[in-house]
């Protein structure tokens, strides 16, 4: 089955400062790649995905690269702000209807004034 | 509602005791995942459903674990003599599922299971 792992596992950036965080996969077939954000005691929610078919996509200050041949993808956040802090996790998948995520452990990201 | 509805938000049980959760999903939405999330882990998958079919029970950890979702729209996850390990948040997820894209997943805020 599809493994993911994450880096780093915890991110402390002052604010303005970018973050990134990495992921890397195992199945060369998934072609789907969200990022989800967890706020402490809160519900996962996505905030940006990419599939297979683009190496990168942006929406605001955030923006999610993919390499497919060495399968690994990244998630960018630019001029950091303290409601970025949260725990973010990457995800995995195929397309299709009955495609299951497998996430990655987390990145605690921290934003400090 | 307007999103994933999930009960009890939180639930303390013996070791021993048998718990049920419950996840309504958004309205309409064909597929729903049952994940669990040990603290400081990422979401594990557990189950899935498409409408009422069970169709991937791979990750469910035990014979003590089960789910249906009898009418394709609310569903309950259940765990009988629950044991010390089986501590975790349990979330659950629905997706609207047109076929052959993979949509958004949408996730309620989880029932937080401690076992004594």
């Known amino acids: 089955g599809e493994n993911v792992e994450q880096h780093p596992s915890t991110l402390s950036v002052q604010e303005g400062d970018s973050a990134v965080i990495k992921c890397t996969y195992s199945d060369s077939a998934s072609n789907y790649f969200p990022w989800y954000k967890q706020e402490l005691g809160k519900r996962p929610q996505l905030i940006i995905d990419?599939?297979?078919?683009?190496g990168e996509k942006k929406d605001q200050r955030i923006a999610v690269t993919l390499n497919k041949t060495a399968k690994h993808f990244s998630l960018h956040i630019t001029e950091t702000q303290p409601e970025d802090s949260a725990v973010y996790f990457c995800a995995a998948s195929k397309t299709g209807t009955a495609s299951k995520l497998t996430f990655g452990t987390g990145t605690r990201l921290q934003v400090t004034l | 509602g307007a999103g994933v509805s999930q009960s009890p938000r939180y639930k303390v049980a013996k070791r021993g005791q048998d718990v049920a959760l419950r996840c309504d999903p958004i309205s309409g939405h064909v597929s729903l995942f049952w994940y669990q999330q040990a603290l400081g882990q990422g979401p594990e998958f557990l189950t899935y459903?498409?409408?009422?079919?069970?169709?991937?029970k791979s990750g469910l950890p035990s014979d003590r674990f089960f789910a249906e979702r009898p009418e394709g729209s609310v569903s309950t996850l259940k765990i009988q003599r629950t044991q010390q390990e089986d501590s975790a948040v349990y979330l659950c997820a629905s997706r609207r599922s047109t076929s052959g894209v993979t949509g958004e997943l949408f996730f309620g805020e989880g029932s937080r299971l401690t076992v004594l």
């Open positions: 459903f498409q409408n009422e079919a069970q169709l991937d």
């Open positions: 990419i599939r297979s078919n683009v």
